[in-house]
Nanobody, 114 residues
């Protein structure tokens, strides 16, 4: 069973930056999209950013211009660079890999507060 593992979360002040990493061991093939989701307390899980096999990217309107998703060539590592963080970005962030399968990580907590 492939298990993505998120890391890089933590506490940061408004305006700060964090880079999240999603690492998956082993050889992965057939990935069609890798994505980051987040779930804030009392809210539904939402898509933050996605990167597709063709290279296209997609972002939630709330993070456009501040967040950037990227990956390595093998899809074993997916990154989410988060800049200019604000308190509304506080959430558990999850990594998802989709192909002829659907793998989710267990999440990493990001807390933005002054």
């Amino acid at each position: 069973q492939v298990q993505p593992v998120e890391s890089g979360g933590g506490s940061v002040q408004p305006g700060g930056s964090l880079r999240l990493t999603c690492a998956t061991s082993g050889r992965i093939s057939g990935v069609s999209v890798a994505a980051w989701y987040r779930q804030a307390p009392g809210k539904d899980r939402e898509l933050v950013a996605a990167i597709y096999s063709g290279g296209n990217t997609k972002y939630a309107d709330t993070v456009k211009g501040r967040f950037s998703i990227s990956r390595d060539h093998s899809w074993n590592t997916v990154y989410l660079q988060m800049n200019d963080l604000n308190v509304e970005d506080t959430a558990v962030y999850y990594c998802r890999l989709t192909g002829p399968y659907d793998y989710w990580g267990k999440g990493t907590l990001v807390t933005v507060s002054s």
